[in-house]
């Protein structure tokens, strides 16, 4: 029998699936597009994920009257109503807990390490100054790496990476983790409250779920030190938008990179969108963090294995 795969991803990923399925298996290749989405569920028995761009509602795994397992190929999946495919039995499966595969998948914590650097150096101000025809040095003050702190909130597979990365700056590095993740030996831990009374970067590399959501907000940034720079690479809502906002306004944190926006990627509302269009204190990124072609092809073959072995169980 012939298990059909509807797979929102890059087109040219479909021949990495290919020769890791086999015959059984037959990938059809749908844009991330909401419609034609829905409309090749109907006949599915897999949805395997490696966009995130499409809401997967309740209304859609109820007309998918033949799927029976829902992979992706991504940590998160908050985009998708796992109550309904609870309600059918059908299992969600993430790259979350693939531990030992994750590890040496690192360019999520490079992108981090990006915009960390990119704030210290106020790379998008000065890039934009020098495209408008500019070049005064004066108005782009840069901060020195070595010697000053990092807190890293999360200290799982990508904090460590970037907590490494750090020590590799000369920088000292705090580490918080509300999941009890065991820190790395680099890393120093300590409480929420005082990563944000010390640092002068503070990155957020949390697993997103109702223990984090909106766990940041006012009262941890107003300790944040003046000329402090706040880094999110993992989800937008677990910072609380609107007082984030406040506190960017406040000076509080004084520069911000995020990957990720709360609603995205409809951010037409985000408020801290609205605000990046007229100050460059402010870097977003398309949520990149993990796409790299290099990475995926490894991601994908690694998630063709786990479909493989879910029907050879059944």
Known sequence: MTVEIVFTGPANA???????????????????EANQLAGALETADVLLDASMLVPISARMIDAAGSLRLVITATTGADHIDSNALDSRDIPLKTLRKQTEFLRNITPAAELTWLLLMACARRLRGAIQ???????????????????????????????????????????????????????DE????????????RSDFIVLTLTFGPETEGLIGTQELSLMKKDATLINTSRGAIVREQELLDG?????????????????????????????????????TPHIGGFSPDALEHVLRHTAKRIIAFFESD
């Open 14 to 32: 479909v021949d990495w699936l290919d020769q890791e399925l086999g015959d059984r298996y037959n990938i059809i290749h749908v844009p991330a």
């Open 129 to 183: 100054h020098v495209e408008s025809g500019g070049w005064d040095r004066q108005q782009f003050p840069g901060m020195m790496l070595r010697g000053r702190t990092v807190g890293v909130i999360g200290c799982g597979r990508i904090g460590t990476w970037v907590a490494r990365y750090a020590r590799a700056f000369d920088m000292q590095v705090l580490g918080y983790d509300p999941l009890l993740s065991e820190p």
């Open 248 to 284: 960017l306004k406040r000076g509080h944190p004084a520069f911000l990179g995020v990957d990720v926006l709360e609603g995205e990627p409809n951010i037409g509302n985000s408020k801290i969108w609205q605000y990046a269009k007229s100050h460059d204190n402010v870097i977003i």
């Open 186 to 197: 680099i890393i120093e831990p300590t409480t929420l409250e005082d990563v944000f009374l």
